[in-house]
């Protein structure tokens, strides 16, 4: 059981999180709040399209990280609940992206339930893409910090 809470419980932690942020109705105008004066302050002459555009974009990214570091941390889990390593595994890559994915429908399903919030399929291939952004940033990580004689795969 411990070492299921120490694995798992930070997959269940974030997915909470993620689903708390999805039940904000008014999400776009609390990050509008955010950005719009950072924007005007660095670029007064903006105008209201311009800003649009880069509000959009920084909420893409936005799902990209969230997703990324859920990938991460479900590969985190997979790896530890099959073997006590974090070897990297492309099954384990499978399964967290597949877990992910489904994450990610069923939080666009929660969507659709909440007002001034729309289900967007975009939505889930952006934080299934994030997911795998993230695990391929650990790849390249380990592939980078693993001497080329103890590189096998």
Request: aromatic residues 14%; hydrophobic residues 50%.
């Amino acid at each position: 059981m411990r070492q299921f809470l120490k694995y798992w419980l930070p997959v269940l932690v974030w997915m909470t999180v993620i689903f708390g942020a999805s039940a904000d109705r008014n999400s776009h105008e609390h990050s509008q709040h955010i950005f719009r004066p950072l924007l005007l302050w660095l670029f007064p002459h903006m105008t209201d399209q311009e800003f649009e555009n880069i509000h959009w974009v920084l909420r893409k990214c936005a799902h990209l990280t969230v997703y990324a570091i859920l990938g991460l941390l479900v590969f985190r889990a997979l790896s530890h609940s099959h073997t006590g390593l974090n070897k990297w595994s492309w099954p384990r890559v499978g399964g967290a992206l597949l877990i992910v994915f489904l994450y990610a429908a069923t939080d666009e399903y929660h969507q659709s339930f909440v007002p001034g919030r729309t289900a967007l399929l975009s939505d889930v291939f952006i934080d299934t893409s994030g997911a795998a952004a993230g695990l391929l940033a650990l790849w390249i990580y380990q592939r980078l910090r693993t001497p080329k004689s103890q590189q096998l795969q």
